[in-house]
């Protein structure tokens, strides 16, 4: 019923304050790498978003199927190989960076979310940390998977005791991670700078997907064209040369001798700080995108 | 004379009916579409407009149908609710363009007075995408006045606007209105249309729930029965006690609970408490049970 | 076709920076000629191999049809994206010209960037075999593959949900993965349409390599896809009704 007193007064409705624990910006950070993660498999949003993530991962495990029914098959488990796997399956990784980049980073600047996130204790540096941890790992996750599941395969078909196959493989097991957390931060880098340029995921997208048909096409043209050091050294801007040089330095394989990187005839290490150096290139337009703290 | 002519026209959309069964013909002067969100309004000015053709029944505006005819736009013009307008292109542009492509003879005159009938000549060479949203709705009706069309279709015009905007934006529509054309505009504020709309038609669900005069509308709406659930110390002497006055016509007891029906509201308001203090009866519980915009049309629908 | 809807196309399409992006991608070419041009010999043979790699592969290969894609599909996409293909339908003016409207925005901005990129390499070059007849048979490609590649975008544009990512899956898995190894798939790959015509309207003594695609495949696809791309740009759009907000 209407009260009609004349004076204006302010009933208490019971409203509580909050007095509770405030958590700070390390949680902050740490929720919307968690939150980003899942954007990057479409977890949590409609069946349509799941599509591509679904598709590129069953694509990017299935030559470590193939290779572990063929090692169980004939018994032969050294025909299981990690350095090469990166051949394989480097076209979709890629594609996993510019279909899923754009995804987690285009979006909220799209539908003008960004902004709610930055009127919280996060900074923008920060958001930009958050949003390339989630990339790193969810493409260490397609990446490293099937490596780890090609090293148990390893281990417990060998012919002889799977304690004997680990003492012999164990070794693998730091280039395997250095090999997929390069592999991931390099495409990681690529695909979330490109994509904070763009207010559109589908543009993005294409941005994306442009840098990785444009770098191998124009690579391989100017490689073959070109003499001297400048041949050699143009192995690094290739995207797939670069990871297979690099895994050759953390296996310690020797490039065949007619291959490209074999005639390149660069010091291995090259590429590790090739590898290093992009993405390092790639993180700061990052951040740079993100400085400001403002949409 | 101009009209628009809505002959059982029903329009679905795999099993949602978003018009159902809806006929009238609507004159010169300005017609009011009110109800809920969700009720059909917007799908029922777009089928006038053209966008959309009716599932069945028809929609003729002038004896043309509406869909699939382009020739219609020369006399009819609408103003969408979405926000949505050409960021990129100053105000003036965006007039222009809509002159143009209604193939006017001087685009130049036609847009000049459309701006300033709208009172944005100051803003027109300034980018849409710097304007607030009131003032996007203002060069939206501009854009649809500027071929001087005799059927002007407005869907939620006066959304975003502040008070001084809006009663502008009433002075502008009875003028134009006062020529003879056919102005439809829909709300789900009944206020909004209070002091410019002629006639009203009222949907809920789809369905045309009343149409007629816009006072005699309002009047049916407010001075409907009322409901009112009540708890007290004995709600069997209580009922018997409310009986005893004219206005209330209904009381129901269940579970501990009293309903009351009622005429007047203000009267049972007045008398409630009297009689509940002579009989000694303590008050626990009031509550007013169909104040809901819904269950005002929901009556409208079930009378 | 409609002078006002052009205008108002071309203008969405370049609002604000994104004719600068644009324009820096089609210069890529030229960064790479003049790469080829300060670390190798250059040797008047090479540099005419260089060039003869660069046309087909990079710009008609990657730079026509990525570009074609944003164009094409913005002409339409843009407009729904953003809600204001209402304010074209409303008009008496008929559903055929505006489809062509946007079809011919497309096309020539697809073409315009094309050029630069074709002759700027080319002047970075310089190579006394390497006459301006062979950048101009390139130019004839890249025009035919911005007529049809437009088409096709357009139409995606109208057509479906996602148009950039299907436009993307057809060139990556149509145009790169398959067409390369399949010679039947030559046939659907408008790329190979534009690389066959290229070297078809140039002089036969630039000797510049055999076309892949017969020539009556090429007109009967290439109709098709014309045709065929624009009839149901146009078909969608003559459907596209204005549903109800929920």
């Known amino acids: 019923m209407a009260d009609t007193r004349a004076a204006g007064t302010i009933y208490d409705l019971g409203y509580q304050r909050y007095d509770g624990i405030r958590f700070g910006r390390g949680h902050a950070v740490w929720k919307l790498l968690q939150y980003s993660y899942r954007c990057a498999f479409g977890l949590g949003r409609s069946p349509r978003a799941r599509l591509a993530p679904v ?39 890629a594609l996993f960076s510019a279909a899923q980049a754009p995804e987690i980073i285009v979006q909220d600047r799209q539908y003008g979310v960004l902004s709610l996130y930055l009127s919280r204790p996060l900074r923008g540096t920060d958001y930009a940390w958050a949003k390339l941890g989630a990339m790193v790992l969810a493409m260490l996750t397609i990446t490293l998977t099937p490596q780890l599941m090609l090293f148990i395969a390893k281990v417990f078909l060998a012919p002889e005791s799977p304690w004997t196959a680990f003492k012999a493989e164990y070794g693998k097991l730091l280039p395997i991670l250095g090999g997929t957390l390069g592999t991931s931060v390099y495409m990681a880098s690529i695909g979330l700078a490109i994509s904070s340029v763009s207010s ?17 096409a124009a690579t391989t043209l100017f490689h073959g064209i070109a003499t001297g050091d400048a041949k050699r050294y143009s192995v690094l801007a290739h ?16 490039a065949k001798r007619r291959s490209v990187i074999g005639r390149a005839d660069l010091a291995p290490s090259a590429y590790l700080w090739a590898v290093l150096a992009i993405s390092a290139f790639f993180v700061t337009v990052l951040l740079v995108r993100y400085r400001r703290s403002e949409p | 004379m101009t009209a628009i002519e809505l002959k059982n026209t029903s329009r679905w959309y795999g099993n949602v009916v978003a018009v159902n069964d809806v006929s009238t013909t609507l004159g010169p002067g300005i017609t009011g579409v009110l109800g809920p969100n969700g009720a059909g309004k917007t799908t029922l000015l777009h089928m006038m407009a053209g966008l959309l053709s009716p599932s069945a029944g028809r929609v003729l505006v002038n004896g043309m149908p509406a869909a699939g005819n382009p020739e219609v736009y020369r006399t009819l013009a609408l103003v969408p609710e979405r926000e949505s307008v050409h ?86 529509l009875r003028g134009v209105a006062a020529q003879g054309r056919v102005i439809i505009i829909s709300s789900h504020i009944l206020e909004e249309l209070n002091d410019l709309a002629t006639n009203v038609l009222v949907m809920v669900s789809g369905r045309l729930a009343a149409s007629g005069h816009f006072r005699e509308i309002r009047k049916l709406m407010t001075d409907r029965p009322h409901t009112f659930t009540i708890k007290s110390t004995d709600n069997r002497m209580l009922a018997s006690a409310l009986l005893r006055d004219a206005s209330v016509f209904g009381v129901e007891l269940n579970d501990g609970l009293l309903t009351v029906r009622t005429s007047d509201r203000g009267a049972l308001t ?34 | 076709m409609h002078r006002t809807i052009v205008w108002l196309t071309w203008r969405q399409i ?57 164009f094409g599909t913005t002409a339409f996409g843009g407009e729904i994206d953003d809600g204001t293909l209402l304010y074209l339908l409303v008009k008496p003016v008929k559903r055929w010209r505006i489809v062509i409207s946007k079809y011919v925005v497309a096309v020539l901005s697809t073409f315009l960037l094309m050029l630069p990129a074709i002759f700027l390499p080319w002047l970075a070059v310089s190579a006394p075999d390497l006459p301006i007849s062979i950048p101009v048979a390139y130019v004839w490609g890249a025009a035919l593959g911005a007529i049809l590649y ?21 060139i990556v898995i149509i145009e790169e993965a398959l067409a390369r190894s399949i010679a039947g798939v030559k046939a659907l790959s408008i790329r190979e349409f534009a690389t066959a015509f290229s070297l078809r309207m140039a002089d036969s003594s630039l000797n510049l390599g055999t076309p892949l695609v017969s020539a009556s495949n090429m007109k009967v696809m290439g109709t098709l896809f014309l045709v065929g791309s624009l009839a149901l740009a146009l078909y969608r759009l003559a459907r596209y009704e204005m549903a109800e907000k929920p």
């Open chain 1, 55 to 93: 598709v590129v991962c069953a694509v990017a495990f299935l030559p470590a199927a193939g290779q572990i029914a063929v090692a169980r098959l004939t018994g032969r488990t050294e025909l299981i190989n990690y350095g090469m796997y990166l051949q394989f399956t480097a076209f979709f990784v």
């Open chain 1, 200 to 216: 559109r995921r589908s543009f993005a997208q294409a941005g994306v997907i442009a840098f990785f048909l444009l770098m191998p």
């Open chain 1, 239 to 254: 995207p797939v040369w670069l990871l297979t040089g690099f895994m050759n330095w953390l296996f310690d394989i020797e």
């Open chain 2, 87 to 172: 960021a990129f292109l100053t105000g003036r542009e965006f007039v222009r363009m809509s002159a143009k492509l209604q193939g006017l003879a001087d685009p130049n005159a036609a847009t000049a007075r459309a701006i300033e009938l709208v009172e944005m000549t100051a803003a027109q060479d300034r980018r849409i995408s710097t304007y607030s949203k009131g003032m996007r709705q203002r060069i939206k009706v501009a854009g649809a006045l500027v071929h001087d069309p005799a059927v002007i279709l407005l869907d939620e015009p006066f959304n975003g606007m502040d008070p001084r905007q809006r009663l502008h934006m009433m002075d502008v």
């Open chain 2, 270 to 303: 007045r008398y409630l408490p009297r009689t509940a203090r002579d009989a000694n009866i303590r008050l626990h519980e009031i509550r007013p049970t169909d104040e809901s915009l819904e269950s005002v049309f929901e009556y409208l629908v079930n009378r």
């Open chain 3, 14 to 70: 370049f609002a604000n920076r994104r004719l600068y992006l644009a324009m820096l991608f089609s210069l890529a070419p030229v960064v790479i000629a003049l790469f080829f041009r300060t670390y190798t010999a250059n040797t008047e043979k090479e540099s005419r191999g260089f060039y003869l790699l660069l046309a087909p592969d990079i710009v008609l290969g990657v730079l026509l049809p990525l570009s074609a894609l944003v």
């Open chain 3, 150 to 170: 437009g088409a096709f975008f357009t139409m995606l544009g109208a057509a479906v949900k996602h148009p950039l990512v299907i436009g993307l899956m057809y």
